[in-house]
Nanobody
Framework: QVQLVESGGGLVQPGGSLRLSCAAS????????MGWYRQAPGKQRELVAA???????VYADSVKGRATISRDNAKNTVYLQMNSLKLEDTAVYYC???????????????WGQGTQVTVSS
């Protein structure tokens, strides 16, 4: 099995910053893409940012210029640095990893349990 453990959420004032971390462990042969999604109350889960093993990144338009995703392949860990936080960034943030458990298995998605980020004054 694979576990994705997130940390770094919390209450932040508008304009503030935070850094989310997600460490993957367990039966992992290789990780293709790691990313962060978020889901606000009453809304669908949406991609925030994702990064490949080679370092290629993609960001949602709503966070471009404010978010930076990075990855430590040796630690199977992905980070999300968010600056200039807005009220609308409030959501549960989920870590995602598309990985292979063994050299002979297909890539499958795994999710973390989610971490709450609340932006409020």
């Amino acid at each position: 099995q694979v576990q994705l453990v997130e940390s770094g959420g919390g209450l932040v004032q508008p304009g503030g910053s935070l850094r989310l971390s997600c460490a993957a462990s367990g039966s992992i042969f290789s990780i293709n893409v790691m990313g962060w999604y978020r889901q606000a109350p009453g809304k669908q889960r949406e991609l925030v940012a994702a990064i490949t093993g080679g370092g290629n990144t993609v960001y949602a338009d709503s966070v471009k210029g404010r978010a930076t995703i990075s990855r430590d392949n040796a630690k199977n860990t992905v980070y999300l640095q968010m600056n200039s936080l807005k009220l609308e960034d409030t959501a549960v943030y989920y870590c995602n990893a598309a990985l292979r458990n063994t050299p002979w298995t297909n890539t499958r998605d795994y999710w973390g349990q989610g971490t709450q980020v609340t932006v409020s004054s």
